[in-house]
């Protein structure tokens, strides 16, 4: 599915962009949000790394490290084509001397600390970027309103477009392949996550359609801003108070097996979705994807934007929610493309 092809809540986007020109102009830093303790059985790295992928990354720490892949954690999915930092853990029970700190061609640590339990998957607090977009001549009164709301109100929480592969094609190929299919078990679920992404993606769309996410819709469920925890009340005053300072924002279903605390329009808007895309429910309904729930609106803190005007490029620097892509607020406001790469 095409990015462009889903609704924004700030209008189209008006200008056009180049990312990723070098790795130092898309720059990541993985924010744990906690100190690691010092003392355990988890030796934590912060690793800097250009031209890695993580899963290359943890490759390359397995190799020269000497530990296998399996005892290696880490939290998010870091850019190959950038400049980014993030954090593993090695598991190294039963030993008190730190290995020797080692230095690859393309990553270096930057930190080592022990901690008592394992870096898990999307245990960060948050992402810092630093994105120089180049070939700007311009940035019209529009892109700047445009930004300004994003900075204000925040942006809609669309799974990015490299969720679906490189080709665009990875809902095509679960539909294909995840039927009978003999699949390594990373490869079938990055596509099963491409089918519930790919829905979550149409609900949130057809509600900003609908005008359904600036405000929230009687019988959503809420979840609190920076947690995972849910619930579900009747709309009154304090709640939507709540709900206009960013305190809180509506979800929306992973789709899996469970009951949703959905009711009412919400419940409804969402079957109806669900009714147009038979062949993803039914493909998803035969694998073991649990039902999860994804907010429709993220805060995106301390935005800062700039143009550079003799070297067109617009800088950004901004910190986005563990989970959340940059990707998808840059076609807030803008089309971008990568050179020999994707285009939004």
């Given amino acids: 599915m095409k990015q462009s092809a889903l609704a924004y809540p700030y209008g189209d986007a008006l200008i ?32 800097e790394k250009s031209g890695l992928s993580t899963p290359e990354l943890v ?25 980014t930092t993030q954090w593993l ?15 690859g061609d393309d990553y270096r640590v930057l930190r080592a600390l022990r901690n008592r339990s394992k870096l898990r998957r999307g245990s960060h607090k948050s992402n810092f970027f630093r994105v120089c977009i180049r070939a700007i001549d311009d940035l019209p009164a529009a892109s700047r309103e445009q930004l300004e ?7 809609a929480n669309y799974f990015g477009a490299q969720r679906f592969g490189r080709r665009q094609d ?27 992404s790919h829905l979550f993606n149409q609900v949130l769309s057809r509600r900003i359609s609908l005008g359904h996410w600036a405000h929230p819709l009687e019988g959503d469920v809420f979840m609190l801003r920076g947690s995972h925890s ?8 304090s709640l939507l108070q709540r709900y206009a300072s960013m305190d809180i924002a509506s979800t929306a279903s992973l789709y899996g097996s469970g009951q949703s605390q959905l009711s009412g329009p919400a419940l409804q808007l969402e079957q109806q979705v669900r009714s147009e895309h038979g062949e993803i429910t ?17 805060v995106v803190d301390d935005l800062q934007y700039e143009l550079y005007a003799a070297e067109k490029c617009l800088l950004l620097e901004l910190r986005l929610p563990a989970g959340s892509y940059l990707t998808s607020l840059l076609d807030h406001f803008i089309s971008v493309t990568e050179p020999g790469g994707l285009s939004r």
Avoid: W
């Avoid at 720490?61 to 880490?74: A, E, L, Q, V």
């Avoid at 709301?149 to 942006?155: D, E, H, K, V």
């Fill in 170 to 196: 990875n809902v095509e190929q679960a539909l294909a392949r995840l039927a009978g299919s003999r699949l390594k078990r990373t490869r079938r679920g990055m596509l099963l996550s491409a089918l519930r």
């Fill in 89 to 103: 853990s090695l598991h190294l029970p039963g030993q008190k001397a730190d290995p020797q700190v080692s230095v």
């Fill in 16 to 47: 056009d962009g180049v990312i990723k020109s070098r790795p130092q102009d898309f720059i990541v830093v993985e924010e744990l949000g906690f100190e690691p303790s010092g003392e355990g059985e988890h030796l934590f790295l912060q690793v």
């Fill in 282 to 298: 039914g493909c998803l309904d035969n694998q073991a994807a649990k039902l999860q729930m994804r907010p429709l609106r993220v």
């Fill in 59 to 83: 490759a390359r720490i397995s190799r020269d490290y000497s530990i296998h892949p399996r005892h290696i954690g880490f939290s998010g999915m870091k850019d190959k084509n950038a400049l």
């Fill in 149 to 155: 709301a994003i900075a204000s109100r925040g942006m």
């Fill in 230 to 237: 849910i619930f579900s009340e009747a709309l009154d005053a």
